[in-house]
């Protein structure tokens, strides 16, 4: 593979990764090897992969309802269905001839209700609706939840206008290899958006569409380069060591979704895609509770990727959790009870509405010390996030605060020397040439000179003059580089400023000492601002914005 704009060292979620451009030589090796034909004669199904997807031909029979009526009450049954054949069938009696006219049909089926005829046992008759969504109502999780068959059915039925879609649950890895291979595609919708969901996978299919025409292959080829020779020929290798955890967070199994079962079978070995927040860090503590009737938490896992948002999961935001160790089960009595854990406003509503959300490095240490009590060994367990002493003691100059204080805290937020800027020169105007100290998330090209992020450090920054005049700079440096955000370091803490639509106001900021942000918990609420997650996102945003 020839490379470009290599992408140098590992990534936040743990990638070696490089921007890779489809090199006909090396596919041309690979199709006409032994491996590449047995792909590219494979049924999709072939594709499914087990920790995700039933295989072969089950993978894609799914549960529809369908409704009777018994002494004039109507009555609700469920029957197994082959997803993929029927929409294939339906598929088959439209004539496409264009990329326009089949969007026209997967809109069809996304906005309509189509009924498939089932087989009720003794009883025949009966169909099952399917799709039928209206505005952004919950109908559209039909095709939401069933993105894989939908789209299977219609490949089968017109595979020169649909790609076939397996990556349900698996979001992160179509958005690698279209990163690597450069083939943009769109944003994600917002989660309520339900019908935007659905049709998400126009876009998509739109994109890899034109690259598949671009480099001449043929459907089938095609999916073997997706499903087969991409994943296996992009240099995304994870590091085997799982990083130091930065945060805990808190996820729930339910009674009414297998989960119970999976979760009584799991070892050392298991791994598996959660509801997770998409601020999840790889290396992050996870803490599986089971809700009720169980009500007690189970198991300490580990977060195995990045969280990242997945528009054909339901529950939208996701991680991949694993290596799983079963503890001593805590109640929820015990919760309740305990003087720290008790007093926790999570616990105050019964844990309602808190799968996915950031747990204290406090509370993880209370519920070691009540395993310990029980004795359970929790020397297994995972250590808590390691807290970073900043000191500002013994600090003589500006140079000290950023060698000291500020890039330990950049590297506690996920950057590497290489993702910032340091004393960028810019035009100010008048040929006044200006040295903005650490500049995040910046594009230094001539002409297009940008950042997501500012910083400016002073050595002190004692009186509310002094404060005024450092975001004065600040503010000039933020505003000609069109920054989302700007802070202000010296050896008193650290100010945050965010951009609102009337700019930046020295009335609105967030500070913190080095105190605090020694604290796990307080890095965490700084990172949700400048953290590397959120600069990453704001760099893509521009870049979409440049596409369009």
Same mark, same amino acid.
């Given at each position: 593979?020839? @490379?470009?704009?290599?992408?140098?060292?590992?990534?936040?979620?743990?990638?070696?990764?490089?921007?890779?451009?489809? !090199?006909?030589?090396?596919?041309?090796?690979?199709?006409?090897?032994?491996?590449?034909?047995?792909?590219?004669?494979?049924?999709?199904?072939?594709?499914?992969?087990?920790?995700?997807?039933?295989?072969?031909?089950?993978?894609?029979?799914?549960?529809?309802?369908?409704?009777?009526?018994?002494?004039?009450?109507?009555?609700?049954?469920?029957?197994?269905? !082959?997803?993929?054949?029927?929409?294939?069938?339906?598929?088959?009696?439209?004539?496409?001839? @264009?990329?326009?006219?089949?969007?026209?049909?997967?809109?069809?089926?996304?906005?309509?209700?189509?009924?498939?005829?089932?087989?009720?046992?003794?009883? /025949?008759?009966?169909?099952?609706?399917?799709?039928?969504?209206?505005?952004?109502?919950?109908?559209?999780?039909?095709?939401?939840?069933?993105?894989?068959?939908?789209?299977?059915?219609?490949?089968?039925?017109?595979?020169?206008?649909?790609?076939?879609?397996?990556?349900?649950?698996?979001?992160?890895?179509?958005?690698?290899?279209?990163?690597?291979?450069?083939?943009?595609?769109?944003?994600?919708?917002?989660?309520?958006?339900?019908?935007?969901?659905?049709?998400?996978?126009?876009?998509?299919?739109?994109?890899?569409?034109?690259?598949?025409?671009?480099?001449?292959?043929?459907?089938?080829?095609?999916?073997?380069?997706?499903?087969?020779?991409?994943?296996?020929?992009?240099?995304?290798?994870?590091?085997?060591?799982?990083?130091?955890?930065?945060?805990?967070?808190?996820?729930?199994?339910?009674?009414?979704?297998?989960?119970?079962?999976?979760?009584?079978?799991?070892?050392?070995?298991?791994?598996?895609?959660?509801?997770?927040?998409?601020?999840?860090?790889?290396?992050?503590?996870?803490?599986?509770?089971?809700?009720?009737?169980?009500?007690?938490?189970?198991?300490?896992?580990?977060?195995?990727?990045?969280?990242? !948002?997945?528009?054909?999961?339901?529950?939208?935001?996701?991680?991949?959790?694993?290596?799983?160790?079963?503890?001593?089960?805590?109640?929820?009595?015990?919760?309740? /009870?305990?003087?720290?854990?008790?007093?926790?406003?999570?616990?105050?509503?019964?844990?309602?509405?808190?799968?996915?959300?950031?747990?204290?490095?406090?509370?993880?240490?209370?519920?070691?010390?009540?395993?310990?009590?029980?004795?359970?060994?929790?020397?297994?367990?995972?250590?808590?996030?390691?807290?970073?002493?900043?000191?500002?003691?013994?600090?003589?100059?500006?140079?000290?605060?950023?060698?000291?204080?500020?890039?330990?805290?950049?590297?506690?937020?996920?950057?590497?020397?290489?993702?910032?800027?340091?004393?960028?020169?810019?035009?100010?105007?008048?040929?006044?040439?200006?040295?903005?100290?650490?500049?995040?998330?910046?594009?230094?090209?001539?002409?297009?000179?940008?950042?997501?992020?500012?910083?400016?450090?002073?050595?002190?920054?004692?009186?509310?003059?002094?404060? /005024?005049?450092?975001?004065?700079?600040?503010?000039?440096?933020?505003?000609?580089?069109?920054? /989302?955000?700007?802070?202000?370091?010296?050896?008193?803490?650290?100010?945050?400023?965010?951009?609102?639509?009337?700019?930046?106001?020295?009335?609105?900021?967030?500070?913190?000492?080095?105190?605090?942000?020694?604290?796990?918990?307080?890095?965490?609420?700084?990172?949700?601002?400048?953290?590397?997650?959120?600069?990453?996102?704001?760099?893509?945003?521009?870049?979409?914005?440049?596409?369009?």
């Amino acid at each position: 593979m020839q @490379s470009r704009n290599p992408i140098i060292g590992a990534n936040s979620a743990g990638y070696t990764a490089e921007l890779m451009e489809f !090199n006909r030589f090396v596919w041309n090796l690979y199709r006409d090897s032994q491996e590449g034909r047995a792909a590219i004669a494979r049924d999709i199904s072939e594709f499914v992969e087990q920790d995700t997807l039933s295989l072969g031909a089950e993978a894609f029979v799914r549960q529809l309802n369908y409704y009777e009526m018994l002494n004039g009450e109507v009555l609700e049954h469920c029957a197994e269905v !082959n997803l993929r054949q029927e929409i294939k069938k339906y598929a088959a009696e439209q004539v496409i001839t @264009s990329l326009d006219e089949a969007e026209k049909l997967f809109t069809n089926i996304a906005d309509e209700v189509i009924s498939f005829p089932i087989d009720a046992g003794d009883e /025949k008759g009966f169909r099952a609706d399917f799709g039928g969504g209206q505005d952004d109502s919950e109908c559209y999780s039909d095709v939401i939840s069933n993105i894989d068959a939908v789209s299977v059915g219609l490949h089968d039925a017109h595979s020169e206008y649909f790609t076939p879609y397996l990556f349900p649950r698996r979001f992160d890895q179509l958005q690698k290899i279209c990163h690597l291979f450069d083939i943009v595609i769109p944003e994600i919708p917002g989660k309520l958006q339900q019908r935007g969901r659905a049709l998400y996978y126009l876009g998509v299919n739109r994109a890899l569409n034109n690259f598949r025409k671009k480099h001449e292959l043929s459907p089938q080829e095609f999916n073997a380069f997706l499903y087969d020779f991409a994943p296996k020929n992009i240099a995304i290798k994870k590091s085997g060591e799982l990083p130091p955890p930065s945060r805990i967070w808190f996820v729930i199994g339910g009674v009414g979704n297998a989960d119970f079962d999976y979760l009584d079978k799991i070892d050392k070995n298991f791994s598996n895609y959660w509801q997770g927040n998409l601020e999840t860090r790889r290396g992050d503590i996870i803490l599986m509770w089971c809700a009720s009737p169980r009500s007690y938490l189970h198991s300490i896992w580990r977060a195995l990727d990045e969280g990242f !948002n997945d528009p054909y999961f339901y529950f939208y935001s996701m991680i991949r959790v694993g290596e799983p160790i079963k503890i001593t089960p805590i109640a929820f009595a015990e919760f309740s /009870k305990h003087p720290l854990l008790g007093a926790m406003p999570a616990v105050r509503a019964r844990f309602q509405g808190t799968s996915g959300k950031a747990f204290s490095v406090d509370g993880y240490d209370a519920i070691c010390e009540l395993l310990q009590q029980r004795g359970f060994d929790t020397s297994h367990l995972p250590s808590p996030p390691a807290v970073e002493k900043f000191s500002a003691a013994g600090l003589e100059n500006e140079r000290d605060v950023e060698l000291r204080l500020l890039e330990p805290l950049l590297r506690n937020l996920g950057f590497a020397e290489t993702d910032w800027i340091r004393q960028f020169s810019i035009r100010m105007g008048r040929g006044e040439r200006n040295y903005p100290d650490y500049l995040l998330g910046a594009d230094p090209r001539a002409g297009e000179e940008r950042a997501i992020a500012v910083i400016e450090c002073k050595f002190d920054i004692h009186t509310n003059k002094d404060l /005024k005049e450092a975001f004065i700079q600040a503010q000039s440096y933020a505003l000609r580089l069109q920054a /989302k955000a700007l802070a202000l370091a010296a050896r008193r803490g650290l100010w945050i400023f965010q951009g609102r639509s009337d700019g930046f106001s020295i009335d609105h900021f967030t500070f913190k000492t080095w105190s605090e942000l020694s604290h796990p918990d307080v890095l965490h609420e700084v990172s949700l601002v400048i953290g590397k997650r959120v600069i990453e996102a704001a760099i893509a945003q521009r870049n979409r914005g440049r596409v369009k």
